[in-house]
Nanobody, 127 residues
Framework: QVQLVESGGGLAQAGDSLRLSCAAS????????MGWFRRAPGKEREFVAA????????YYADSLKGRFTISRDNAKNTVYLQMNSLKPEDTAVYYC????????????????????WGQGTQVTVSS
């Protein structure tokens, strides 16, 4: 099972940008549907973005389209989440996830379709 480690979180002000990284080991990111989820204080975990194994298809939560971008560096075996124009409501713990099965490519927005999770990285955006 692939192991995932997120990094890049921290404190930001509204309007700033942050790039989160998700480094994989024990497997290649090309072999998985890779997703980003987040959990804000007092809220359920929610889908942020996903990328299919082929990397030809990327998906975003409707509310985040245009601000967040998921990408992959196969040489570094790392997936990224570029977050621009940050808002206080983006404050959350961000999790990287890997889905091995074909269902994760279809139901990429459902956290239960993913098999491996990172420990999360905190992003705090102040106004």
């Amino acid at each position: 099972q692939v192991q995932l480690v997120e990094s890049g979180g921290g404190l930001a002000q509204a309007g700033d940008s942050l790039r989160l990284s998700c480094a994989a080991s024990g497997g290649t990111v090309r072999g998985y549907t890779m997703g980003w989820f987040r959990r804000a204080p007092g809220k359920e975990r929610e889908f942020v973005a996903a990328m299919r194994r082929s990397a030809s298809y990327t998906y975003y939560a409707d509310s985040l389209k245009g601000r967040f971008t998921i990408s992959r560096d196969n040489a570094k075996n790392t997936v990224y989440l570029q977050m621009n124009s940050l808002k206080p409501e983006d404050t959350a713990v961000y999790y990287c996830a890997a889905g091995a099965g074909g269902v994760s490519e279809i139901y990429y927005y459902q956290s239960r379709r993913y098999d491996s999770w990172g420990q999360g990285t905190q992003v705090t955006v102040s106004s």
